[in-house]
């Protein structure tokens, strides 16, 4: 068998290259299979250096080659390759302290309009709600729903309503506690979602959150524990609110840059945003474990008022430290 | 960004960030509803392992500490699957790696967690939501009244046909988080036609002489070509050719086809009436080396011709 008397180009070009794609080849076939970690430090290494070299002569084959086999191949193998190297940068536990270290305080620091708008939809529902059932107490059953209100109505004793306040339970707590968790985290993240309505959900959901928060003060205050309500509601409150504003924020947000896409095309802004303020809808959520687990145990289990005021106070000057000071230096430079 | 529609797929171009464009084929919806249905039914079978064992537990003796876990891995397989192995699996969870589809960024850019987040929290609006509506609609609304079933059901079907809209195939997730969901790219490197005498691929057995001389091709010599018969045909046909002897290589056609392509090459470039008589694989051959070498050839300088003369 001879070898033909000469090599065309492209095949010759071939020859030289093909060693390292049917190596990148096998690298692919590991990770699709195992994820990046099946790989050793050194294949790691070699990944992108291969995935470059793949990319460059994909370029050249296009110029050169009439191999249609050829050109689909490294086509497909570049592509491969690029959803590796592009798919998972970080590995999982950097992202999570980066987030937590950096982009989760200095995104609510870029929406800071957005949450501080939010954050005054609440307070004008929670204003409102107040004035209003002082004014007429009937209003309180527009303003809380029947399962919201659990027997808290204008027609409950005072006795009762103070029970409620001071009612440790007992053996049930942690389901209490992961009840509460997981649906406020719904709650939160379906407002996000929502804001792709333009965001008119999100600001009914804040509002209607508010009058019932209101009215609700209203009935205790008018049998004077208005105080003691507070301190009832304020110490995982304070997490629990503003994890609500900031999911709040997010579907605004979202509304805003679809209906105001400015010099962006509607979908390019929409993705430019999107995915800035799913980091508010995320962090929100561990807000609602942290508010979830305060109102589960914590609640239940101390009654002094006192102390519930200042754990109000320590959480309050806790995320205004947090959402302030944190992060604010640049952040290391990860991209590649 | 640009597309364009090869065959039945439709070609989205990334521009990667080492400056070339990467034609993706856009993942068809059928298989992206099958990827979501079997992932959804590994959600649902875990939710209820984790209830039924803590049933289990809660019967001997282990308390409320069983549904308090129930509660929250029910919370996290819902919220936190398709994120965690989108993450984590270089954007194919299961469902969407037994179907052959991936997630990739839009723009380019690597797929970000940030970006797995907003596409994946969009399924509380798209799917969750007006799912649960409309088998308990008392759940979210109390006095819901009977045409609340019928919204939702026009809600969900909104949402769930959304991605026949655009061309893109794209979700209310995918939208707001700048993604696109890809057929998982796949081709295998056969030998190079031209180049025989290097790597040769698994024949079938063959009995020599009764259909002419197996390859490797004979020496140019034998057929030579003339400048003017090799100027005639483009890219195009190069390739349909190149496709009939990889074809033929692999058993799956009938010679009759390649004797039928090998007269009409004949009659087209006008071969010589004297030698009409070739044997039919390795003229096809010869001709396919010869016809891309000069393709290639004009190529360099700047010349590619797609398709035949006339």
């Known amino acids: 068998m001879t070898a033909p008397a000469f090599t065309l180009k492209s095949a010759q070009f071939r020859r030289e290259r093909e060693e390292a794609w049917r190596e990148l080849e096998m690298l692919l076939l590991r990770v699709e299979k195992g994820g990046l970690r099946s790989l050793t430090a050194g294949e790691l290494n070699r990944l992108p250096v291969l995935y470059r070299g793949a990319a460059s002569s994909l370029s050249v084959a296009t110029a050169i080659s009439l191999d249609k086999n050829l050109l689909d191949y490294l086509t497909a193998l570049v592509g491969r390759a690029y959803i590796c190297v592009y798919g998972a940068k970080r590995r999982p536990e950097e992202a999570v302290i980066e987030f937590f270290r950096h982009d989760f305080p200095a ?216 959402f302030l000071a944190v992060g604010r230096e640049q952040p290391r430079e990860a991209r590649p | 960004m640009s597309a364009i529609a090869i065959g039945k797929d439709r070609i989205h171009r990334v521009p990667t960030p080492e400056g070339i464009s990467l034609p993706f084929a856009v993942a068809a919806v059928g298989d992206r509803a099958a990827a979501f249905l079997f992932d959804l039914l590994i959600i649902i079978a875990g939710t209820v392992a984790v209830w039924l064992l803590a049933l289990l537990g809660s019967r001997v003796g282990l308390g409320s500490v069983g549904f308090s876990f129930a509660l929250l891995v029910g919370f996290l397989l819902w919220n936190f699957y398709f994120v965690h192995f989108e993450i984590s699996g270089g954007g194919a969870t299961f469902g969407k790696r037994k179907m052959g589809v991936r997630v990739i960024s839009r723009d380019g850019g690597p797929l970000t967690a940030e970006a797995v987040f907003a596409r994946n929290l969009m399924r509380n609006l798209e799917f969750y939501l007006p799912v649960s509506a409309l088998l308990v609609p008392e759940a979210l609304v109390p006095e819901s009244p009977g045409w609340g079933r019928l919204l939702a059901l026009g809600w969900l079907g909104v949402f769930a046909l959304m991605p026949f809209f655009n061309q893109d195939r794209l979700r209310c997730g995918d939208l707001v988080a700048g993604t696109l969901v890809v057929k998982a790219p796949e081709a295998v490197l056969l030998s190079d036609l031209s180049d025989r005498a290097t790597v040769r691929p698994a024949r079938r057995p063959q009995p020599t002489g009764v259909t002419g001389p197996p390859p490797p091709p004979p020496p140019s010599e034998e057929f030579p070509f003339t400048r003017e018969q090799l100027d005639i045909y483009g890219v195009h046909e190069l390739q349909v050719l190149e496709d009939l002897l990889r074809r033929d290589d692999q058993g799956v056609l009938d010679l009759r086809v390649l004797e039928d392509v090998c007269e009409k090459i004949k009659a087209k470039i006008g071969w010589p009436a004297d030698r009409w008589q070739v044997p039919v694989r390795p003229f096809l051959q010869a001709f396919y080396r010869a016809q891309r070498a000069a393709l290639e050839q004009r190529m360099l300088f700047g010349q590619r011709r797609e398709r035949k003369k006339g």
């Open chain 1, 107 to 322: 995104v609510v620091r870029r929406y800071f309009g957005f949450v501080a708008l939010s954050f005054a939809l609440m307070a004008l529902g929670v204003v409102a709600g107040y004035r209003m059932t002082k004014a007429d107490p009937e209003r309180y059953y527009s303003f809380v729903g029947d399962s919201q209100a659990q027997g808290r109505t204008p027609a409950a004793s005072t006795k009762e309503l103070r029970e409620v306040l001071y009612s440790g339970g007992r053996g049930e707590l942690s389901v209490f506690a992961s009840f509460l968790f997981t649906h406020n985290s719904n709650i939160g993240m379906l407002c996000f979602a929502l804001g792709f309505a333009a965001g008119v959900p999100v600001i009914f959901l804040l509002l209607q959150n508010g009058l019932g928060l209101g009215a609700m003060a209203a009935l205790y205050a008018s049998r004077g524990l208005g105080g003691e309500f507070w301190a009832w509601i304020l110490p995982h409150g304070v997490t629990e609110l503003g994890a609500i504003c900031l999911c709040g924020a997010a579907g605004m947000v979202l509304g805003t840059s679809l209906v105001f896409p400015g010099r962006q095309t509607r979908l390019r802004n929409l993705a430019l945003h999107g995915r800035e303020v799913a980091r508010l809808a995320v962090g929100a959520v561990v807000m609602f474990l942290v508010a979830g687990a305060i109102e589960g145990f914590f609640r239940q289990l101390v009654q002094d008022v006192g102390v519930r005021w200042s754990l109000a106070a320590v959480t309050l000057a806790f995320w205004a430290w947090y």
